[in-house]
């Protein structure tokens, strides 16, 4: 069975200051990766999107950028952290061949930006 | 304007009842469609996926899609307690090179014991 861990499960980080979360996916050979953002309450925005290692395809810009260094692994990082950047954070798979693949989420990283 | 509109954005049911869904697009390349359950703190789950018209059953879950008005809707029948949560319609195109997945505003379905 496929897990989906991510880390850290929640942060406080001080405005400027900068950022990694990470996720990693197990049990999945070449996995299509994913970042979304959600406000509290909130929906859920799509920020990256990686069909392979070493290729990241931003989706929106929040002054987030991402990589994927393995085929398992995908990072979320900025070196200078927004108040706007507060929220949840879900990495997510999905099968990489075919259309109308479901996407698969971790538990989330909280982050509040004081 | 947000391309998939979710509605109402709260509903409330005794336990026992049914709760009813609705979702909306706005964009007619997407043609699959899911239905996402979040918990409080915790990632949203797959409920189910629907791709063609009709009904697709899955135990107290029902989607329904019309394509010819993307309109997708969820009926949950006999509502636990543990049925409250944030419920999200997500929309795909059909198009596999496309890897964008777009989330409606929500839904809180909260059910009364």
């Known amino acids: 069975a496929q897990t989906i861990h991510q880390w850290p499960v929640a942060e406080i980080k001080a405005v400027g200051s900068p950022l990694s979360l990470g996720c990693t996916i197990k049990?999945?050979?070449?996995?299509?990766l994913y970042w979304y953002w959600q406000a509290t309450g909130g929906t859920l925005q799509q920020l990256f999107y990686?069909?392979?290692?070493g290729q990241v395809e931003s989706v929106v810009q929040l002054n987030l950028s991402a990589s994927r260094p393995k085929d398992d692994q995908f990072i979320l990082s900025t070196e200078k952290l927004l108040l706007s950047h507060s929220g949840f954070y879900l990495c997510?798979?999905?099968?990489?061949w075919g259309s109308g693949n479901t996407l698969y989420f971790g538990e989330g990283s909280r982050l509040i930006v004081v | 304007q947000q391309k998939v509109q979710q509605s109402p954005e709260s509903l409330s049911v005794p336990e026992g009842g049914m709760a009813s869904l609705n979702c909306t697009s706005s964009?007619?390349?997407?043609?699959y469609f899911w239905w996402y359950r979040q918990h409080s703190g915790e990632g949203p789950k797959a409920l189910m996926?629907?791709?063609?018209?009709g009904d697709k059953k899955e135990g107290r879950f029902t989607a329904h899609l019309n394509k010819a008005s993307l309109h997708v809707s969820l009926h949950i029948r006999d509502s636990q307690p543990s049925d409250s949560a944030l419920y999200f319609c997500?929309?795909?195109?059909?198009?596999?090179?496309?890897?964008?997945?777009?989330f409606g505003a929500g839904t809180r379905l909260k059910v009364i014991a």
């Open positions: 997510a798979w999905s099968p990489i």
């Open positions: 964009d007619r390349n997407f043609q």
């Open positions: 996926s629907i791709f063609s018209d």
């Open positions: 997500a929309a795909s195109e059909l198009n596999t090179g496309n890897y964008k997945y777009v």
């Open positions: 049990g999945k050979s070449s996995p299509n």
């Open positions: 990686s069909i392979t290692v």
